[in-house]
């Protein structure tokens, strides 16, 4: 009987050990897998620990005193309590869930909405670009018509310019070549004679207008043997006063004997312009081309070349 005491007092001392570490277990579970994986939560009115534990009837036949404990504070109130907690949670999250997916669907939604306004202003206004665009292109095509049409039709006038820039540049570069010679042959035959009193007045009644006061002039110095240098002037300056009468033959007649007589003096290159502004003069059109083209082969000095070249541009 001492025997069955002591086991009868050991009893709910383990009952109370094995009750915690259930305890512990059940909660363990709870928090590592959650409370779908309890297999008795389905079914709360099928838990019953005296099945599981028959050895609990001896208890109850005792005294029973532990039982209380169990059904106040004990594993069901702790399983309830599990469960209910764990429901609240899952409830909670999945109202969360939602809350937050209406949320993100509203979002959007309105984000397309602003998209396909705008989308639809933008058609808006390339609708009435479209227009401006057409007509914009449209002058410019006309535009490029036109400079093409104009380039073709000034292409030949360019290519003419280039030609004449062409010779004139020669031109230039061979009246550079002999302008500081002339100019030193000039210079030193200035400084080596000066002009006679009479040459100089008839020379004075020319500039005023006196054509016939100049010529008689003229001839009167030329009888007075004068210097050498100075005979083909006298024969220039009585035609250039015979061409002021319009005495265009007298006026060739001194020209030739300027051009012939005197191939090295200094008034051959206007002898020969004024003999082809003559013959412009009298009408004969090609006799003057043909002078002065030869006139212009000779290499005439920069001021007589301009002459000759706008005579010809004239005639022709």
């Given at each position: ?171 230039i570069n061979h009246l550079k070549s002999i302008k500081v010679s ?129 005579k010809l541009n004239d005639i022709q």
């Open positions: 009987m001492s025997e069955l005491n002591r086991e009868t007092k050991l009893m709910p001392h383990f009952n109370r050990m094995l009750q915690v570490f259930l305890t512990l277990i059940i909660a363990g579970s709870m928090l590592l897998g959650g409370c779908s994986y309890i297999p008795w939560v389905e079914n709360e009115d099928d838990l019953a620990f005296e099945e599981d534990f028959p050895f609990e009837d001896n208890e109850q036949a005792s005294g029973g005193g532990e039982d209380d404990f169990f059904e106040e504070g004990g594993e069901n109130v702790d399983d309830d309590f599990a469960l209910d907690e764990d429901d609240d949670f899952a409830s909670v999250d999945q109202r969360t869930d939602k809350n937050e997916l209406k949320g993100d669907v509203g979002t959007l939604q309105t984000q397309q909405e602003a998209l396909i306004s705008k989308v639809r202003e933008l058609e808006e206004v390339l609708s009435s670009l479209g227009p401006k665009i057409n007509a914009t292109q449209e002058q410019l095509e006309g535009s490029l018509s036109a400079v093409s049409v104009q380039s073709e039709y000034l292409e030949p006038e360019v290519e003419e310019l280039k030609l004449q820039v062409a010779r004139l540049n020669d031109e002339n100019a030193r042959a000039r210079g030193i035959s200035r400084r080596r004679s000066t002009t006679p009193p009479q040459y100089n007045q008839a020379l004075s009644s020319y500039r005023a207008g006196n054509y016939d006061e100049s010529i008689l002039q003229f001839q009167s110095f030329g009888l007075t043997s004068p210097p050498e240098r100075l005979k083909d002037n006298v024969a220039y300056w009585i035609g250039s006063n015979y061409v002021k009468l319009e005495m265009y033959d007298d006026a060739i007649t001194q020209f030739e004997t300027v051009i012939n007589s005197y191939p090295r003096g200094n008034k051959i290159h206007d002898a020969r312009f004024m003999l082809g502004r003559v013959y412009s003069l009298k009408g004969e059109t090609s006799r003057a081309v043909e002078i002065l083209q030869s006139a212009l082969k000779n290499k005439p000095p920069t001021e007589v070349r301009g002459k000759i070249l706008k």
